[in-house]
Nanobody, 123 residues
Framework: QVHLVESGGGLVQAGGSLRLSCTAS????????MGWFRQAPGKEREFVAA????????PGVVLLEGRFTISRDNAKNTVFLQINSLKPEDTAVYYC????????????????WGQGTQVTVSS
């Protein structure tokens, strides 16, 4: 069993930045990929990006905008999501997820989920 805890969300003004963190505990050795998703009100959950402990990067469309950066600290079983130049449309609950699969890019490929952290961007 893997337990994921996210932190770092909050209320920020447009143009600001946030750094989300997600730390895995429990059977973290079983994880191959950790990813970030987001879900805005009334919308489907959207894949943001994922990274494996060996450095593989799985970018979502959102990551390709250039405002998001995913990174990790293997020693701490932690993955980060840096979001710069925040826009109101980035408002969503951001979820961390863990998968035993390599290069997992869809929600169905993830086995464990965090509780989510709210990001609200005011205009």
């Amino acid at each position: 069993q893997v337990h994921l805890v996210e932190s770092g969300g909050g209320l920020v003004q447009a143009g600001g930045s946030l750094r989300l963190s997600c730390t895995a505990s429990g059977s973290a050795f079983s994880i191959n990929t950790m990813g970030w998703f987001r879900q805005a009100p009334g919308k489907e959950r959207e894949f943001v990006a994922a990274t494996s402990w060996s450095g593989d990067l799985v970018p979502g469309v959102v990551l390709l905008e250039g405002r998001f950066t995913i990174s990790r600290d293997n020693a701490k079983n932690t993955v980060f999501l840096q979001i710069n130049s925040l826009k109101p449309e980035d408002t969503a609950v951001y979820y961390c997820a863990a998968s035993g699969r390599r290069l997992a890019a869809t929600a169905a490929q993830y086995d464990y989920w965090g509780q989510g952290t709210q990001v609200t961007v005011s205009s």
